[in-house]
């Protein structure tokens, strides 16, 4: 069974740092595109980017491209997403997905909160 | 950046309806569209992807179509575990826009 746990999230102060993790089970993690996106409190749907299966590329919203950088440990089956110099706007659930043709795996989601 | 028009935003239908949802790309995304459903407190599922391949496990009462621009997802017989919201997202090109969804209720 495929999963998909994210985790690090939690309420940060503008300004600040914070990075996301998402182990990954069930499938052979090596051989997908990884993505992130995040949802608004108001449901908005954003796609903040993905990386390549080697980790070799990384593609991302020109929006976000320059204080979210995305990451893998194939060794570790994990994702990451850090994410820096944080703003209220940032404040959403976060989620790691499966890309295959289309989203075809997510996560449970991780909140961030970025308030002063 | 494709720009992902969808509609309506909101819809309320009796159960057993037939309702369809709107997706129109700002260009040609050449059926790289996938569908997405969320029900209430849980993570996105996928239910269509090239716009009109239905993934594993889903029920045939879903059913994608379209091309070019525009694209439709149709719902046959609705039930009441459907009550979610359901989102469109092109996989043309990046980065991969989503619309901005459209929820679902039983009248």
């Known amino acids: 069974e495929v999963q998909l746990v994210e985790s690090g999230g939690g309420l940060v102060k503008p300004g600040a740092s914070l990075k996301l993790s998402c182990v990954a089970s069930g499938f052979t993690f090596s051989d997908y595109w990884m993505s992130w996106v995040r949802q608004t409190p108001g449901k908005t749907m954003e796609w903040i980017g993905d990386i390549k299966y080697d980790g070799s590329y990384t593609n991302y919203a020109p929006s976000l491209k320059n204080r979210f950088t995305i990451s893998r440990d194939n060794a570790k089956s994990t994702l990451y997403l850090q994410m820096s110099n944080v703003r209220s706007e940032d404040t959403a659930t976060y989620y790691c997905t499966r890309y295959y043709s289309a989203l075809d795996y997510w996560g449970q989601g991780v909140m961030v909160t970025v308030s002063s | 950046d494709i720009q992902m028009t969808q509609s309506p935003a909101s819809l309320s239908a009796s159960l057993g309806e037939t309702v369809t949802i709107e997706c129109l790309a700002s260009e040609d995304i050449y059926s790289n569209l996938a569908w997405y459903q969320q029900k209430p407190g849980k993570s996105p599922q996928l239910l269509i992807y090239?716009?009109?391949s239905l993934n594993d496990g889903v029920p045939s009462r879903f059913s994608g179509s379209g091309s070019g621009t525009q694209y439709s997802l149709k719902i046959n017989s609705l039930q009441s575990e459907d009550v979610s919201i359901y989102f469109c997202q092109q996989n043309y090109d990046s980065p991969r826009t989503f619309g901005g969804g459209t929820k679902l209720e039983l009248k």
């Open positions: 090239y716009a009109n």
